[in-house]
């Protein structure tokens, strides 16, 4: 058996047994989905790469600490650093996203430009309800969160959406169906109101 059909948790494993080219074999497993995520994210290419480093570099040092607890889902786990990292740039540059109110037609969350001109009190509202969309969509299921982010941070169609990830037109139009009413419904069991108005 090569290391490649090694699980995750056996890669990790032989990874703190002082085995490096385990963790080669697990940053190749997931660096395409996590570098996605981070450069659609910050939509800068330098950037990006740096925060995929960071990302990697704190997995490392977490695992090699010790602090990786086995029940955590390790993609899962490295999404949230990433995500985490992307948001202190976030936070550290001023660059940030507009969401519009949550009764707009469509739930549509990404797309808006109402806000660009507004204070920094509304600036830092916005920035709560980005990193709170943010948030929210590493809650759905994994296959309705891939659909999200390459739908409204990668910019793919659904035609390219549906070749990526192997399944048809519909299924990746379902499944972002289901992506939509899912933040829906989990905006109103947290009583969220989406708006900086």
């Known amino acids: 058996m090569s290391y490649t059909d090694y699980s995750d948790q056996e890669l990790?494993?032989?990874?703190?047994d002082g085995e490096s080219r385990h963790f080669e074999?697990?940053?190749?497993?997931?660096?395409?989905r996590v570098y996605t995520y981070?450069?659609?994210t910050v939509k800068d290419k330098a950037i990006a790469e740096d925060i995929f480093q960071d990302t990697f570099i704190k997995v490392i040092h977490s695992l090699k600490k010790g602090t990786y607890s086995h029940d955590n889902k390790f993609v899962s786990w490295v999404m949230r650093i990433a995500h985490n990292l992307a948001i202190d740039y976030f936070r550290k540059k001023k660059q940030l996203q507009t969401v519009p109110?949550?009764?707009d037609?469509?739930?549509?969350i990404f797309n808006n430009q109402?806000?660009?001109?507004?204070?920094?009190?509304d600036k830092i509202v916005k920035d709560q309800i980005t990193d709170t969309v943010r948030?929210?969509?590493?809650?759905?299921?994994d296959d309705q969160k891939e659909?999200?982010?390459?739908?409204?941070?990668?910019?793919?169609s659904f035609k390219e959406i549906a070749e990526k990830t192997g399944v048809s037109i519909n299924t990746a139009l379902g499944r972002m169906r289901y992506a939509v009413l899912n933040l829906r419904k989990l905006i109103e069991e947290k009583n969220l109101i989406l708006t900086s108005k």
């Open 12 to 16: 990790i494993s032989g990874f703190i």
């Open 25 to 32: 074999v697990l940053m190749n497993r997931y660096k395409d």
């Open 38 to 40: 981070i450069y659609l």
């Open 101 to 103: 109110n949550k009764h």
């Open 105 to 108: 037609e469509g739930l549509d």
């Open 114 to 121: 109402r806000f660009s001109e507004s204070t920094i009190e």
């Open 135 to 141: 948030l929210l969509i590493e809650e759905l299921p």
């Open 147 to 156: 659909v999200i982010i390459l739908r409204h941070y990668v910019d793919m």
